[in-house]
């Protein structure tokens, strides 16, 4: 996800967006080094899920991806993560899934849908056909559409609806974007099965030592009207380098800290969480800027950066 005014312009206008949550773990009387060795321990112990990045270096969405180096990313990534966060079914992107069962995880597979029709429809196809062969745990009918203005809501709806009818009944269906997106378009919050939002403190400019307050403030907004239904976060983190966005200030120490506190307060509230991402990728520059391309718990090698 890149940086969107929208996020602040609409942030400001919602009371709980500066609510004074609790910011997790006090880090003034703490060394790097004291940094390192807990971020090493909390990702020792294991998270509810992670986002798949899918491209190497001179990769990016379109190229078609090999069965071999989606499995070689899922087998590094498998020991930390209890679920897999896809975004496409299609150019590879089926095997997301598949290996994923192979190896134990659970799946919350993605339609990506966007301003292509024909692609549009591949995507949900492949979508149900994933799903009736049992491979989706929850079906993501699209990711920031409503955003990117690519669909209309009615056309959204329409695919979610289509999903619903033609999967397993047992298998939950949703949409992804930003929290506020499920205040401000309630035919599609009714909709969906789940709610599954991403959640931005550092897009929003929010400064590290109270970047969990803000994202707890985020979800909450999402939760206050989903009318019981469950709040997933499909995507928090935290870039590890780059440009610095107003008071949000990417580099290794913050990234760490993000993570740990994050990941506690997963565990201790049992929020589901998607950390975002896997590996870093670099064709992330063009879209977001030099900070794209350092999101990963991995650098863009397949090597943990910390």
Avoid at 182 to 188: A, G, L, Q
């Amino acid at each position: 996800m890149s940086f969107r005014t929208d996020y602040i312009q609409y942030s400001k206008k919602f009371d709980s967006a500066t609510a004074d949550f609790k910011n997790g773990l006090d880090f003034s009387t703490k060394y790097p080094e004291d940094i390192t060795l807990l971020y090493s321990q909390v990702l020792q112990s294991g998270m509810h899920g992670l986002c798949f990045s899918m491209y190497e270096d001179g990769q990016k969405p379109g190229d078609t991806i090999s069965e071999e180096q989606v499995r070689r990313r899922l087998e590094i990534m498998a020991p930390y993560t209890k679920w897999v966060r896809s975004f496409s079914c299609i150019e590879g992107n089926e095997f997301i899934p598949k290996i994923a069962r192979e190896l134990g995880l659970k799946t919350l597979v993605g339609a990506w849908l966007g301003d292509d029709a024909e692609k549009n429809e591949k995507e949900i196809e492949a979508l149900i056909q994933l799903a009736k062969e049992g491979f989706v745990d929850i079906a993501a009918v699209g990711n920031e559409v409503m955003y990117r203005k690519d669909l209309s809501e009615d056309e959204l709806l329409s695919f979610i609806n289509k999903v619903r009818k033609e999967i397993p009944s047992n298998i939950p269906v949703g949409y992804v974007d930003a929290y506020y997106e499920f205040t401000i378009k309630p035919r599609i919050t009714e909709a969906c099965d789940v709610i599954l939002t991403n959640c931005y403190p550092y897009w929003e400019g929010t400064n590290q030592e109270y970047a969990l307050s803000h994202m707890k403030s985020m979800f909450h907004q999402a939760k206050s009207v989903a009318n019981g239904k469950q709040v997933i976060i499909t995507e928090t983190g935290w870039p590890s380098q780059g440009e610095s966005f107003k008071d949000s200030h990417p580099s290794a120490e913050n990234a760490m800290k993000y993570f740990i506190n994050t990941q506690l307060w997963s565990k201790d509230e049992n929020i589901q969480i998607f950390y975002f991402s896997s590996f870093d990728e670099s064709w992330k520059v063009g879209p977001e800027g030099e900070v794209g391309a350092h999101w990963g718990i991995w650098d863009k090698n397949e090597k943990l950066k910390f």
